[in-house]
C-alpha cells in the first residue's frame, strides 16, 4: 500500500523560509507526476507545484512562482518543497500528492488527478 508522509511543518516569520518533506513508502517519485497542494483556513484546497518526472521544470502557482522549488534526494524516496520568501498568505496545510501517470498540464493543477495524498502538515506565517 502506497503512503506518502508529510513532514517539516510549523510556524516561521514572515520572509522566513520553510523545507517540507515527503516520504514515499509503497513506491519511488522516479516516474508519474508529483505536486504540491495546500488548503488555507475557510478555503478550498489549491495548486501549488508540480512536476512530472522527465520534464524540463515544473509547473507553479502565480502565487509561488520564483518562490517556491521542489526537489527530491537522490534516491527518489523522498520530494521537498523549498519555500523561501514566506507570507502570511502562505499559511495552509500542505499535501503532497502522487500519481503513476504523467498527466498533461491541463489535469496536472487538479486535485482530482491524483491517487495518492500524504496526509498534510500545517505551515503557519505569523510574527
Known amino acids: 500500500q502506497v503512503q506518502l508522509v508529510e513532514s517539516g511543518g510549523g510556524l516561521v516569520q514572515p520572509g522566513g523560509s520553510m523545507r517540507l518533506s515527503c516520504a514515499a513508502n509503497?513506491?519511488?517519485?522516479?516516474?508519474?507526476?508529483t505536486a504540491w497542494f495546500r488548503r488555507a483556513p475557510g478555503k478550498e484546497r489549491e495548486f501549488v507545484l508540480g512536476i512530472r518526472w522527465g520534464s524540463s521544470s515544473p509547473t507553479h502557482a502565480d502565487a509561488v512562482k520564483g518562490r517556491f522549488t521542489i526537489s527530491r534526494d537522490n534516491t527518489r524516496s523522498t520530494v521537498f518543497l523549498q519555500m523561501d520568501s514566506l507570507r502570511p498568505e502562505d499559511t495552509a496545510v500542505y499535501y503532497c500528492?502522487?500519481?503513476?501517470?504523467?498527466?498533461?498540464?491541463?489535469?496536472?493543477?487538479?486535485?482530482?488527478?491524483?491517487?495518492?495524498w500524504g496526509q498534510g502538515t500545517q505551515v503557519t506565517v505569523s510574527s
Open positions: 500528492a502522487a500519481d503513476d501517470s504523467r498527466l498533461i498540464l491541463s489535469r496536472l493543477r487538479d486535485g482530482e488527478n491524483y491517487h495518492f
Open positions: 509503497g513506491r519511488t517519485f522516479s516516474s508519474g507526476t
